[in-house]
Structure formats: C-alpha cells, structure tokens
Nanobody
Framework: QVRLVESGGGSVQPGESLRLSCAAS????????IGWFRQVPGKAREAVSG????????YYADSVKGRFTMSKDNAKNTVYLQMNNLKPSDTATYYC???????????????????WGQGTQVTVES
C-alpha cells in the first residue's frame, strides 16, 4: 500500500524558513515523478515544485522560484521542500504527490498524480 506522509509545516513570520518532508512507503520515490502542491480553502490546488524522474530535472512555479528548493534523499525514500523567505501568500496546506509517469513537462498537473499525502499546514503571518 502506497503511503506518503508530509511533515514540517508550522507557523512562521514572513522572511523565515521551513523545510517540509514527504516520507514514502510502499513505493520507491526514485522511480516516480514527484510533485509538491499547495491549496488554500476555496481555491484550486496549485503546483509548487516537481521532479521529473525521467531526467531528474526539478521544476518550480514562478511564485516560488529562487526561494524554494526541492530535493530528495533516496536512501531515506523522502523528498524535501526547503522554503526560504516565506511570504504570507505562501500560506496553504502543502501536499506531496507521486506518480509513476506524468508525461513530458506535465509535473504541474495535479490530476496526473495517483498518490497523495494528507497535507501539512504552513502559515506565514506577522
């Protein structure tokens, strides 16, 4: 059974940092396309970052480029999202997702991912 468990969320002030983790069981993350998404109540789920397993390339949404870094530790079967210089607009529930194959340049399409975590809340406020 596939299980993705996010952790590391919390409440921080603008400009501070958080590192989210997504630990997987039942699958080997190194064999999957992986995405980080976020959602605010009443709004559509937004793609934040993704890894294309076919080429190892990491993608970022324009809104987080230069501030967020996605990485993975194959030995721990865990992916991370390092979030620096957080802004109030980053407030959301963050989800990790995994799929065997999302297709070329399709990492941002949440509908292509079959496996999702339960989410972790990130709140950025003064």
């Amino acid at each position: 059974q596939v299980r993705l468990v996010e952790s590391g969320g919390g409440s921080v002030q603008p400009g501070e940092s958080l590192r989210l983790s997504c630990a997987a069981s039942g699958i080997t993350l190194d064999e999957y396309d992986i995405g980080w998404f976020r959602q605010v109540p009443g709004k559509a789920r937004e793609a934040v970052s993704g890894i294309d397993n076919s080429n190892g390339k990491v993608y970022y949404a324009d809104s987080v480029k230069g501030r967020f870094t996605m990485s993975k530790d194959n030995a721990k079967n865990t992916v991370y999202l390092q979030m620096n210089n957080l802004k109030p607009s980053d407030t959301a529930t963050y989800y990790c997702a995994a799929d065997k194959y999302t297709g070329p340049s399709s990492w941002f399409l949440s509908s292509l991912y079959d496996n999702w975590g339960q989410g972790t809340q990130v709140t950025v406020e003064s």
